[in-house]
């Protein structure tokens, strides 16, 4: 099947007519054709979005309230479809596409439908100086979304909903690898009667139809969720042509276990924020440490707990751990476990591709158990983004918190533990964007989402995401 472009409300082919192969990671096979588009496409996407943008940023909150709920009630009403579709394309166990991916892009355009109504702006009166100032916030014009494979709709409608709510026009590319339920979005949002060039969605290479978009002059504001090196590059281009920035980046994220924690609870939720989605969330905890008067315990039940994780294709039900995203991601991380053997990580189980039967060639990992000796190892300083956690005990707070900090990245982090006070100073004190405690992934749309260090700057998510697709304008009357 070929994916097409989204453009002006119409679903276009590539103007070079260049196609790139989709692949299946289930069984490696190549099951479609998405367009390789150039910089001409973008332009195109460009003068759609430029052309909408004059009424779309008059059109009334309610009327873009009540577009953006309808989006998000088809996208509920066409679950199953797109479930599958992102399983498909992702190698993501379908039971996952349907309880997260998919229910969430529903739900990011469905908040994002309702914050608008209440998003409002501040005013000042200047007492004593006979003043009154009030801000405006106002849509910036034409915008680029770039978003990555690992959660693919969820993401890309998590910069797209906010964007369009606040009376934006858009120009977005997810993933080349994982393009599918983007490419599906087109028909829903013209179904729910999103005017024509409001959101256009360009398919192609990160470093060609990416750049491109990067690079336009008339695309005022970049949302980009990836990698921190992408992220680095984004911001070369984009900041000398002033460009508004979010950059959600990589992760490497500490799990911390203290001993007087709720056990059971706490190796439930670690094997989930080991292993979901193969481990390709940026929110993973990789890095697991426990407090050495439970480590040797730990670490029985937990081995015994991941090597039940089913391993298999995802469309099956009962499948916990699906195939990676690619080829090049799989032999990616079966690279890193090889350098943690080469620096003494010990692999306390899995480590293996694996093959099932009728789709040998499909990108299967066996979840993968690493103990390392020290958090300065490079398994532990650089994001594997897979199936693989290090563990390692740790003797104090302070101790595991110069750990969990010594690491380029700053994105999330777990703690474990029913001490108040310690959570507290923890918290505190972690250099990162997101602490969970006693429990992971607990999400809240309203709350302020994003990472520090090499994680990224700024933060998505509530009226943060609105602030950054408006620009503020002080009005100052004297009377
Ligand atoms: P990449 O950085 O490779 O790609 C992200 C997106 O950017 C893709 O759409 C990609 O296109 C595009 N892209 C690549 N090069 C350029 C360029 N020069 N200009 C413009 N766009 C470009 O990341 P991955 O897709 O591999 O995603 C994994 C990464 O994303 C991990 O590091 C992960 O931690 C991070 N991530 C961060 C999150 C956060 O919220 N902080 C959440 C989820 C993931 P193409 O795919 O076609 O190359």
Redesign the pocket.
């Known amino acids: 099947m070929n994916i097409k472009n989204y453009i002006n409300g119409q679903n276009e082919n590539p103007i070079n007519n260049e196609w790139i192969d989709n692949y299946c990671p289930a069984n490696g096979e190549v099951y479609g054709k998405i367009p390789n588009s150039s910089k001409a496409d973008v332009e195109n996407a460009y003068n759609a979005a430029k052309s909408a943008f004059p009424v779309w940023s008059q059109t009334t909150f309610e009327a873009r309230s009540r577009i953006l709920i309808k989006i998000s009630e088809l996208l509920e009403a066409n679950l199953q479809r797109f479930a599958e579709a992102e399983s498909k394309d992702n190698g993501k166990p379908i039971s996952l596409a349907k309880t997260v991916d998919i229910p969430r892009a529903a739900s990011n355009f469905r908040f994002f439908g309702n914050a608008i109504t209440q998003f409002a702006s501040e005013s000042h009166e200047s007492v004593g100086q006979e003043a009154m100032n009030y801000t405006l916030r106002q849509p910036i014009g034409v915008v680029g979304c ?6 693919p709709l969820y ?1 890309f409608t998590w910069k797209i909903a906010p964007a369009i709510a606040a009376g934006n026009c858009v120009v977005a ?6 393009p599918m339920t983007a490419y599906l979005l087109g028909n829903i949002c013209n179904e729910a009667g999103l005017p024509k060039g409001v959101l256009n969605i360009v398919h ?4 060609t ?3 491109a ?2 690079e336009h002059p008339g695309i005022k504001a970049i949302s ?8 680095a ?2 911001a070369k ?1 984009a900041v000398p042509m002033f460009k508004k920035l979010s950059l ?4 490497k994220n500490p799990n911390i276990i203290f001993a007087d924690c709720d056990y059971e609870s706490m190796l439930e939720t670690t094997i989930r924020s080991s292993f979901s989605n193969q481990g ?4 993973c905890g990789s890095r697991v440490f426990v407090e050495a008067s439970i480590y040797d315990r730990f670490k029985i039940d937990f081995i015994a707990k991941v090597k039940q994780l089913k391993v298999g294709h995802p469309s099956e039900e009962s499948t916990n751990i699906g195939a990676l995203v690619s080829k090049t ?1 799989l032999e990616k991380v079966l690279n890193y476990i090889d350098i943690a053997k080469n620096e003494n990580g010990i692999v306390l189980c899995g480590g293996n591709k694996v093959i099932i039967k009728d789709f040998e060639n499909g990108y299967y990992l066996e979840p993968t158990v690493i103990e390392v000796l020290t958090n300065e190892c490079q398994i532990n300083q650089e ?1 594997v ?1 897979g199936p693989v956690v290090t563990i390692m005990p740790f003797n104090s707070e302070d101790h595991v918190l110069q750990m969990a900090n010594k690491v380029k990245y700053g ?1 999330s982090a777990t703690l474990w533990t029913n001490d108040l006070k310690r959570t507290m100073r923890m918290s505190s004190q972690i250099q990162a964007g997101i602490i969970w405690v006693n429990t992971w992934m607990m999400r809240d749309l309203r709350t302020p ?3 520090v260090k090499a ?2 700057i700024g933060r ?1 998510g509530g009226f943060e995401a609105l602030r950054f697709f408006t620009e503020a304008k002080n009005v100052c009357i004297k009377y």
């Open positions: 770039i978003s990555p494979w690992n959660l993401l590319k997810p993933s080349e690898v994982t192609g290479l990160g470093t139809t990416g750049q978009i990067v980009f969720t990836g990698g921190t090196e992408t992220g590059h984004i281009v959600e980046l990589g992760g390709q969330i940026c929110l991601h994001e983004f994105l989402f994003g990472g994680s990224g998505e």
